[in-house]
């Protein structure tokens, strides 16, 4: 099977690259197309033997199975662009939460699916999305599955779900490292512990939570309880940070859906201004 990615920016390269780490893509079967070739071109000296090429309709004619891995707002020319090379037995995969599939199904007659991945498969690891669409058949999803179990946990979720599920695995490394990157930065502040000292504690800690999370059984819960005896400070500590997180985490789904609601329109947009110029 040949694959085909197009947009090899930062999640589309950690997709190559976690493909082909994990030998569930050999690099001579990869084509990639970039809008700036130099960054395709990076993209193969780390990882040797992928061809790249300067035409999006290239890479979708030549793979079996399609990657569309471009921002809300490039989907509209790239869709353009491969719109009349695509088959109806190519796969068609896009990493887009706001593209809808009723919308990709309508543009491109293909058998698509939305998987939001995660930049945890760098290290082969964290949930996959799963959406398959309504041409899937069960063979094909199940496909679809093996392939994510490569590089991560696939997990189905409704396209309703999308926007939650994708902050808590997608976006979550980055808000829990700046939650964390923002502990660092109050011990140091409040405590006078020199930066080096809280920030290699905190990354040792995170390391080992997840572990004990992944490979000792414990679960949030009893990681909570464990810690955190009767009348010791960890309890004190975490009644304040219920206090502290629980209006904060609110107003996060809150803004990322607000955000969410805006690329979706847009899209939408984008789609019937090009179906008025037909
Ligand atoms: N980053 C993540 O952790 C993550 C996680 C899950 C989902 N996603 C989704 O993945 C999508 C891409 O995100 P990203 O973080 O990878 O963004 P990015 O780093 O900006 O990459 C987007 C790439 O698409 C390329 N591109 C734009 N228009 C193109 C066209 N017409 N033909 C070919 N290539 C084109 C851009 O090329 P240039 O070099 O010219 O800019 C850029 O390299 C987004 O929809 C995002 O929501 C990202």
Not at 50 to 67: E, G, L, M, Q, Y
Not at 244 to 257: E, G, N, S, V
């Amino acid at each position: 099977m040949k694959f085909g990615f197009i947009g090899t920016g930062s999640m589309g390269s950690n997709l190559v690259l976690a493909f082909v780490h994990s030998y569930a893509m050999q690099p001579d079967r990869i084509i990639v197309s970039n809008r700036t070739r130099d960054k395709a071109e990076r993209l193969a000296l780390d990882c040797p033997g992928i061809h790249v090429s300067d035409h999006n309709r290239d890479t979708a004619k030549k793979a079996d199975c399609i990657f569309l891995c471009v921002k809300p707002g490039d989907f509209r020319q790239v869709l353009d662009e491969i719109q009349d090379v695509v088959r109806p037995n190519q796969y068609v995969i896009s990493i887009t939460s706001p593209v809808m599939i009723r919308d990709l199904e309508e543009h491109l007659d293909a058998k698509i699916a939305k998987v939001i991945p995660s930049i945890c498969h760098a290290a082969l690891s964290g949930n996959a999305l799963l959406i398959p669409g309504t041409r899937f058949s069960d063979e094909d999803t199940q496909w679809l599955y093996q392939l994510f179990s490569c590089i991560s946990k696939p997990l189905y979720v409704d396209e309703a779900h999308t926007r939650a599920a994708s902050d808590l695995a997608s976006c979550g490394p980055a808000f829990l490292a700046n939650i964390l990157e923002q502990w660092i930065q109050a011990a140091v502040k409040e405590t006078g512990l020199p930066v080096e000292t809280a920030t290699s504690l905190v990354e040792q800690m995170i390391v080992g939570t997840g572990k004990l999370l992944t490979e000792n059984g414990f679960t949030l819960q009893s990681l909570q309880d464990r810690v955190a005896v009767p009348g010791g400070i960890t309890r004190e500590g975490l009644h304040l940070l219920d206090e502290a997180f629980i209006p904060c985490f609110t107003r996060l789904f809150q803004m990322t859906h607000m955000k969410f609601s805006e690329d979706l329109r847009n899209v939408q947009q984008s789609f019937q201004r090009a179906e008025k110029n037909l």
